[in-house]
């Protein structure tokens, strides 16, 4: 059974760091794209960051681009997004997803419908 469990959001001041952890079970990493989306109420979801596992290339979308990491650990077929400066405006639900790697990682981090499987998000709040 395929399943994506996140993990290590929270309330944190403005400028504070935190990093959350996406946990997959039923498959392994290497052939897919793995995505961290976000969505706050009453907006679109956004792709924030993505890796595309066997070939390296990560991509960061410009609102987070040099204060986001996106990272592995293979052993434990985990994905991480560590989080710096965080801003009032990164507050949303954060999502892990994973699709097959069927176009180019900035296309695919501009449209959530290129993923398949999904956890079920972990609140991120930055606020002082």
């Known amino acids: 059974q395929v399943q994506l469990v996140e993990s290590g959001g929270g309330l944190v001041q403005p400028g504070g760091s935190l990093r959350l952890s996406c946990a997959a079970s039923g498959f392994t990493l290497d052939y897919y794209t793995i995505a961290w989306f976000r969505q706050a109420p009453g907006k679109e979801r956004e792709g924030v960051s993505c890796?595309?596992?066997?070939?390296?290339?990560?991509y960061y979308a410009d609102s987070v681009k040099g204060r986001f990491t996106i990272s592995r650990d293979n052993p434990k077929n985990t994905v991480y997004l560590q989080m710096n400066g965080l801003k009032p405006e990164d507050t949303a639900i954060y999502y892990c997803a994973a699709g097959p790697q069927i176009s180019t990682i900035q296309t695919m981090c501009r449209h959530y419908t290129y993923f398949t499987y999904w956890g079920q998000g972990t609140q991120v709040t930055v606020s002082s």
């Open positions: 890796f595309k596992i066997r070939a390296g290339n990560t």
